[in-house]
């Protein structure tokens, strides 16, 4: 690959990393994203609990706690908007004993101290009446009426896309191994695809940010993963939660929550153990007996329902409470690391924060006139997708013909993600674009036409789809 010059590299094309590089591509710079996976979002950022947080619960005064709130404004305003599935359900904070019960009023001063006024004390017969089916023993809770859920998928792809529609580089298989000692001007960032050139450096490589911070001679952090487990129960279950629920969170972690999620799921998770190895990515037997016994007691009728997946998400964390977000304005680097447990409900306000650290460090904005918005396929069950969409498959027989029968994912959708600004490089590119295979069977009955659709519009075989992964056709040269 030959080097090329740019003006800033985001190292990372997670949720952060893409926020910032959407942000960028509202002015006339030449940016782009340095990914060492083969997609979008496919590291932390698909593996969250997808809560779009108030921030009611964060340290007033932090940096977390102000972009936490800022972000949840940015991304409720910015998701209709761009296709981005929201649905503002509401949570309970849940009180199970006289302890818990007297911390609920302590919760609500911290919210207000956090800036978030609408939490308000509701008693146990309003909470069974919200919660007919909680379990026995709570005593009251905490009504945080403006909690969501998000889509975790759909966000980092909307903000890539949108940035590569504007004129982003997407560098995919890129992972950063080196920084050269580069010329007075330009940093030099020595890549598994080549060597490229910048003059502004944004690290937003999630767990692996303290690494690329000490490449920059930075020592500031250490990032220990907290792995976090979670178990799927499938739609049938949906009936059986309404809000988010939550428990009285430890000084360690929010706790074992209980959610619906916008494809129509209810999840239950996350569980928070500190591990040493970044791709602990595992499920374990005693973190999944864990998260059962305490959804017994959530919502007993749950743990009856049809488990549909388990899926485990490592939480950057550090040795500081508070994100490690760190401006080198002479050295022209930006270190956005710890990014822990709130990352995609602050992604957009992160964006922001930055933006305006390059800027100070130097970086000339100069508004780009042609801006082009974004607008995503629709992967929420709360509203019309293509195969209920009469217009639709009128306009386009493939989007009445059927694939994926548990998610209702038909083939039009399936070619559209194929063959997008940013095409699904793999069927976990395809899983996250369309929910193809997310649905009670896991792609037992879909899964080789899937593949084979895949496999055709990558011109390699059955065998390498299915494999160990293929070539992503999204890659730009850089
Ligand atoms: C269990 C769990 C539950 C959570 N629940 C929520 C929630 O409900 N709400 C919420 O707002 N947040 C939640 N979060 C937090 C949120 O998921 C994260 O804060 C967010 O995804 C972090 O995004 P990121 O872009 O910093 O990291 P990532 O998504 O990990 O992206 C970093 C990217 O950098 C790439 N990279 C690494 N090293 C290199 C390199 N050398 N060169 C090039 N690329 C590199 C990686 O491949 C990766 O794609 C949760 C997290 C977990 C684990």
């Keep these: 690959m030959t080097a090329a010059r740019y003006d800033v590299a985001i190292v990372g094309a997670g949720v952060v990393g893409a926020a910032i590089a959407r942000a960028l591509a509202h002015y006339r710079l030449d940016v782009v994203m340095l990914e060492a996976a083969d997609d979008v979002g496919a590291g932390t950022s698909k593996a969250n609990t997808a809560i779009l947080h108030t921030g009611f619960d964060t340290k007033p005064g932090s940096l977390e706690s102000r972009l936490v709130r800022r972000g949840y404004a940015l991304l409720s305003a910015y998701g209709p908007i761009a296709g981005i599935p929201i649905e503002r359900i509401g949570a309970l904070v849940i009180a199970w004993d006289a302890e818990q019960l007297a911390r609920l009023s302590e919760i609500a001063a911290n919210a207000r101290a956090a800036g978030y006024t609408a939490a308000r004390p509701i008693a146990l017969a309003e909470l069974t009446r919200f919660e007919p089916d909680l379990g026995a023993g709570a005593l009251g809770a905490l009504a945080i009426p403006d909690e969501g859920i998000v889509c975790p998928f759909t966000t980092p792809l909307a903000f890539a896309t949108e940035a590569v529609m504007n004129g982003t580089t997407l560098a995919l298989g890129a992972a950063v191994e080196a920084r050269a000692p580069g010329s007075v001007a330009t940093h030099v960032l020595q890549t598994t695809r080549g060597a490229i050139h910048a003059d502004h450096v944004v690290n937003a490589a999630g767990l692996a940010s ?134 995609l409900t602050a992604s957009m306000a992160i964006a922001e924060y930055v933006v305006e650290g390059l800027q100070d460090a130097g970086l000339r904005l100069e508004a780009r006139l042609d801006h082009r918005p974004v607008y995503m396929p629709n992967l929420s069950e709360r509203t019309e997708r293509p195969y209920h969409s009469a217009d639709a498959i009128a306009r386009d027989p493939a989007y009445g013909e059927i694939v994926c029968h548990c998610e209702r994912v038909t083939r039009g959708e399936i070619r559209d993600a194929l063959s997008g600004v940013i095409p699904a490089p793999t069927l976990d590119g395809l899983r996250r674009r369309t929910r193809a295979l997310l649905g009670r069977c896991q792609g037992f009955y879909c899964g080789p036409t899937v593949a084979a659709l895949l496999a055709e519009a990558r011109g390699c075989s059955l065998a390498d789809v299915l494999g160990i992964g293929v070539g992503s056709g999204a890659q730009d040269e850089m």
Excluded: M
Aim: charged share 25%; net charge positive.
């Design 210 to 343: 303290d690494e690329i911070d000490r490449l920059f001679g930075h020592e500031g952090f250490t990032i220990t993963p907290r792995r976090g487990e979670l178990i799927v129960y499938d739609k049938l279950a949906r009936p059986l939660v309404n809000h988010v629920l939550l428990p009285v969170p430890t000084a360690r972690t929010k706790g074992v929550l209980v959610s619906p999620t916008v494809f129509g799921n209810v999840v239950l998770g996350p569980t928070a153990e500190d591990v040493d190895d970044k791709r602990a990515t595992g499920s374990t037997p005693a973190g999944l007996a864990r998260l059962v016994a305490q959804g017994r007691r959530l919502v007993p009728a749950l743990v009856a329902e049809e488990v549909t997946a388990i899926y485990v998400g490592l939480r950057a964390a550090t040795e500081h409470r508070d994100y490690q977000i760190r401006f080198h304005p002479a050295e022209r680097y930006v270190c956005v690391g710890g990014i822990r447990s709130t990352g």
